[in-house]
T-cell receptor, first 116, second 113 residues
């Protein structure tokens, strides 16, 4: 069965700390994504990666960076955490869009990050 | 600018009745649409999708309708069950090269027993 795992379900950090969120997928998917989910705002794309070492900014990349050194792993980095980065972070992966029925994303369980 | 909109933040339906969740989009380049279901403290799970070459796709109790001229899609759940209570997100993407998925803000469905 398809699986996307995230390193932590819950995380509490202090303002100014560097935070690493890890995501691993076992489906050999080319594409990986990081979203944040906030009430009333839905899922907003932070960054995505379509290949190893390749990345593109999403809609809200400010304050975040990413790393993809291996195909199965996509990391989200908060260089200096701030309280407005308190949110649910969701990682997803997908195959390359190449035909009907192959474009759906598979999501991890999410990491609830609280920045104090 | 919200390209994918779900104007109803919440919906309550009696068990056994039909649930209709709506989604509107503005970008005519979108050609593939998906619905995801999300329980609290879990990631979204894929429910059903539809390509722009179709106007209806059915999978068991779930049917998605697409009206391209109105840029509107809807998800019908018949009959609704208490286990369907969740937040539903619609999402849109283009098959022609972009990897980006644009999500709506979600509709919280509550099915009353």
């Amino acid at each position: 069965d398809v699986k996307v795992t995230q390193s932590s379900r819950y995380l509490v950090k202090r303002t100014g700390e560097k935070v690493f969120l890890e995501c691993v997928q076992d489906m050999d998917h080319e594409n990986m994504f990081w979203y944040r989910q906030d009430p009333g705002l839905g899922l907003r794309l932070i960054y995505f990666s379509y290949d190893v070492k390749m990345k593109e900014k999403g809609d809200i990349p400010e304050g975040y960076s990413v790393s993809r050194e291996k195909k199965e792993r996509f990391s989200l980095i908060l260089e200096s955490a701030s309280t407005n980065q308190t949110s649910m972070y969701l990682c997803a992966s997908s195959l390359i869009a190449a035909g009907q029925g192959r474009v759906r994303q598979f999501f991890g369980p999410g990491t609830r990050l609280t920045v104090l | 600018d919200q390209q994918v909109k779900q104007n109803s933040p919440s919906l309550s339906v009696q068990e056994g009745r039909i649930s209709i969740l709506n989604c509107d989009y503005t970008n005519s380049m979108f050609d593939y649409f998906l619905w995801y279901k999300k329980y609290p403290a879990e990631g979204p799970t894929f429910l059903i999708s539809i390509s722009s070459i179709k106007d209806k796709n059915e999978d068991g109790r779930f049917t998605v309708f697409l009206n391209k001229s109105a840029k509107h899609l809807s998800l019908h759940i018949v009959p609704s069950q208490p286990g369907d209570s969740a937040v539903y997100f619609c999402a849109a993407t283009g098959l022609s090269g972009t990897y980006k998925y644009i999500f709506g803000t979600g509709t919280r469905l509550k099915v009353l027993a």
